[in-house]
């Protein structure tokens, strides 16, 4: 690659890779697959919602939710995203600073 | 249905076609850019397409003609089974959350147009990309003839289908047509001009979707109607198996199928080639995060369409052949007009994904085979132009496949695709993530997947066919019924990370990564990452 690599980092500024925004983003988006893959937890015809079988009104009303949750998701991740670019600057900043100096 | 043409419904049905064909004649000219003779531009629109575009191309794409027949034609066939495509369409946006956007960032880094070129820089394994671009092609093709069966039966309810008697050249020419136009167009626009139709399309499907919802159950009496007409027609036993037809919640043995359906079909859906197509073509990350949070209205609204599987059964609609339920349906209990653009919203339908998935096939073609293997110093306009012959020969032989063989042929086809291309899932999404698997290993756990699940589905028989009756089969070690493709993925991924072992363990002779650590990173903005890419040469030159 012709893009020369950032300026040595300090491990230190970096924040763990594994962090509890991350875990909630990671649940936020596996928790679907629990939900819809547990079929046992839904199979069934009651309680019927405007004369809907729950089975097909449960797995519509995940739409909705898998659709906040994935949502939720973004809005964290470009939080954290946007957080770690604003750190790993402010670090490349203090140490051009510090060369200089 | 086979009491004469349906005047005003095929009226209506041919305005619509004719405003879509002008469309996209005229799309070559929306958002046009300088160099137009790269494949950059005739294949992925220039890549420019910001977020609601790109919702509604993905969207038009994913959500083809053959699902709103097929969905409800399962539903109406066998009731609870046919649902599993809503939990499928769940699953798909947490998952492409995870992947796609480190795809985009190192396909717009290193002007890969195809999920083959990426895995050709990135495993440095033209065997490899060559595995990967051959199984998208062979899933791809089908998928387009299903498009032209969905038109079919729009065609076959207006009675301009024709009966067994009249000659074949009158009973398909409606098809011809149809196809002719979408060829022509395609050639011309590109990529442009299913983006462009697609609005039209989704526009149409949701307002007939609304109306179908509401208008049909009350003319039926109320979901509570529907759903007690729908149980008792499944209780009844269908006389070839000796079993009910049915039900309306699956049952214990049905659970594994379900689940595994809904899940191998997620892995999959963002293989094939046209759904990758389409997210390349947007102008950044960002784009395709955000749409993973607005797609899933798709998913809502097929979820309501399968409804519609119901509710043909409750109208007393009798069919032989399930695919014709919901257009039957619509002419039923529609006014004949609004039938037209209920029929109309079906066959655009198909437009817009035939034309995205040959366009993707023929990128395939020409970028892993044509550049690869027969032609390595083709110029961009050379590209271009092979790509445009392809997407026609691409449709061609979808047509002849139509025309010359039983749907089901087709739909066994289709079935096969499936599986097929879920085998792509540990090279492309594996290699998006880490370089630990080893080139040739991905090959075997390839070859091993697409053998087992071939033999598989060939050995499923059902009343009505002795091989490819279906997608399910006992899971070996497990004893449930499972989908093959996922049977077959678990599978390859052994095969896989067992042969990675191995080789490395002889050292055998690693390929060249072209591709860097933060390159998957990569946003549009940042160094390297030109929004509009010079001409596709950029990864080749490598």
Known sequence: ???????????EEEPPVVTPVRVVIALCLIAPFVAMLWVGSYAKIDPTFIGIPFFYWYQMLWVLISTALTMTAYTLWNRDQRARKAARQSARKTQNGGASA | M??????????????????????????????????????????????????????FLLGGDL??????????????????AGFFAVPYTILVYPLIFTFLPRLWSVSHKHGYVTTSDFVRGRFGSKGLSLAVAVTGILATMPYIALQLVGIQAVLDVMGVGGGEDTNWFVKDLPLLIAFGVLAAYTYSSGLRAPALIAFVKDTLIYIVIAVAIIYIP??????????????????????????PRGALAPGEAGQWTYATLALGSALALFMYPHSITATLSSRSREVIRRNTTILPLYSL????????????????????NGQLAIPQLFETMFPDWFAGVAFAAIGIGALVPAAIMSIAAANLFTRNIYKDFIKPDATPAQETKVSKLVSLLVKVGALA???TMDKTVAINFQLLGGIWILQTFPALVGGLFTRWFHRWALLGGWAVGMLYGTVAAYGVASPTQKHFGGSSKEIPGIGEIGYIGLTAFVLNVVVTVVLTFVLRAVNAPDGIDETSAEDYTADAGDKGVQVELPPATAGAGH
């Open chain 2, 63 to 80: 959500y083809t003609a053959y699902t709103f027949v097929a969905v409800p034609a399962a539903i109406y066939a066998a009731g609870a």
């Open chain 2, 401 to 403: 496949f139509v025309l």
């Open chain 2, 2 to 55: 086979k009491d004469g043409v349906n005047g005003v419904a095929l009226a209506v049905f041919i305005f619509f076609f004719v405003a879509v064909t002008v469309m996209g004649f005229l799309a070559s000219r929306w958002r046009r850019s300088d160099n137009e003779q790269t494949l950059d531009e005739w294949g992925l629109g220039g890549r420019s397409f910001g977020t609601w575009v790109t919702w």
């Open chain 2, 218 to 243: 009350i003319k039926l009496g109320g979901f509570d109607e529907i759903f007690a007409k729908a149980g008792e027609a499944y209780n009844q036993t269908n006389p070839a198996t000796g079993a």
């Open chain 1, 1 to 11: 690659m012709s893009e020369t690599p950032d300026a040595p980092r300090a491990p």
């Open chain 2, 301 to 320: 609204m097929l979820g309501l369409l399968a409804l519609l599987g119901f509710m043909a059964i409750a109208a007393g609609i009798k069919v032989e």
